[in-house]
């Protein structure tokens, strides 16, 4: 209800000229969802920090903010509470008059921004010469959801993947091809290469055996930064080869798709990179080493601690491509806001290179860079997710043994009610619901934090879990097929009419998802979508619950249509808020 608060600002603002003086028109209001809905819907906490400037206690200022607040059109009289809390309920008019404005609306109220900006998600960026595991996971599901939710609003996103696609993984990779796949340098055919995992598999087993191999490896890389034609041949192979096996992952994942650049795009750039730093007076020799010393940062002797920025060998390193990229980004693509949803461990990194783009000019007030740090996906011991044999669990097999376990709950469950469906409606529903409990699960944390991942809790019915959101939406689709209802057909101008409690409360939490989104676009965490559409699910059975609830179907009219606009608009948001965390509905489960 963005727009509830853009009405009550400014009758704040008068208020408070009238109770204490023009000079206080501008003071901010602090409007807030009330802390408690005993309470009301908002709360004002303005009187709290003027009591020392005007000289009275809060509550007796905000007693005199109220006798002066006009906002009886909308909301029930303004109240006073503890200290000095200026309580609001609006009106159940202004609500139905609300729901009524969004219901012909297919975006649900939600206005696009005014000002757009041209906005850089760098994500999921795996380095495409191992093979994707669950640390690959975050990434790419963080890295989409913000993507969608910004673009959804109105902002010009671009998804770009900075893959790993240069340097010393490659070499073992390169030698593999061209000692056991020699004719792929030689055709234009497409060669059945295998798949990734097994190409991977048998190179690391060669290079971990046989010392020749190794060395063979190593001279790999050097032709290929020497832009030696066949390694170069080979490399773009493997690096098709790797495309083409983690393109397979994210589309089972629903990962929309977006542009890659590589590391290799920006090797042609490091130099002038280089020189540019070094014309601005940011570099200094150290060791042999081209370095930047970075404010804020210190070695264990206490001294100022050195980005290396090209080596002494004259080689470069990632904080070399990172910077190129924050400068092309600025100068080239003329971006204004880029995100990094990256790990928390590169924390440190990310604050070196911002200080450095920032010294260099390139990231001025004008673009944000901004680092969204994401904690590590855990096994139940607490520990890394990882196999029984110690290696990181790969994406894969994770995805696929939550479809296997979607796909047993499903049949349980089916079995127990005694219903008969197809394979095919099996196969559908046991896969959106093992990738969607997979990335709901992870997107439901806070992603500053670590998380546990337990396939039990996050294919639950019960609970804040994909499942439980699924089967709201279908839930509604059913009271759709039990009446004959076709709600498309209910009409845009259908009087709502909110009388119970359960009612207003349904309203009111669907009148807020605006205000989530908005949040959202600043802070970038994605929770607070799962916990508002969780809240929302909640609420939705409370209202449709047989004892605390109100009948819906069974409804004397204006009471059952107007229901029936209210069931079809939280299936509505249901629907956009889940396609907004990249989750795909099911009309039936």
Known sequence: MKETLEQLKPRFEQALAAALGAEYAGVDPILVTASNPKFGDYQANVALPLAKQVGKPPRAIAEQIVLKLDVNDFCENPTVAGPGFINLTLKPAYLEAQLQKINPDPRLGIASVKHPKKVIVDYPSPNIAKEMHVGHLRPAVIGDCLSRILEFIGHDVVRLSHVGDWGTPFGMLIAYLQKAYPEALTTDENLNLGDLSSFYRQAKKQFDTDEGFKEAARQAVVQLQAG????????????????????????LMGIASFIERGESFYNPLLAETIEELEAKGLVEIDAGAKCIFLEGFTNKEGKPLPLIVQKSDGGYNYATTDLAAIRYRVNVDKAQRVIYPVGAEQTNHFAQIFQVGKRAGWITDEVEFFHAPFGLVLGEDGSKLKTRSGEAVRLKDLLDEAIAHARKDLESRLKEEGREETEEFINHVAQVIGISAVKYADLSQNRNSNYIFSYDKMLALQGNTAPYMLYAYARIQGISRKGGIDFEQLGDNVKVVLQHETELVLAKHLLQLDEVISTIEEDLLP?????????????????YDRDRGVPVLNAEEPQRTSRLVLCNLTARTLKLGLSLLGIPVLERM
């Open 228 to 251: 030696e034609e066949k390694t170069i041949l080979a490399w773009k192979i493997v690096c098709q080869l790797s495309s083409k096996a983690y393109r397979v992952i994210y589309d």
């Open 527 to 543: 929770n607070r979508l799962c916990e508002y559409l969780f809240q929302l699910s909640q609420k939705f059975n409370q209202f």
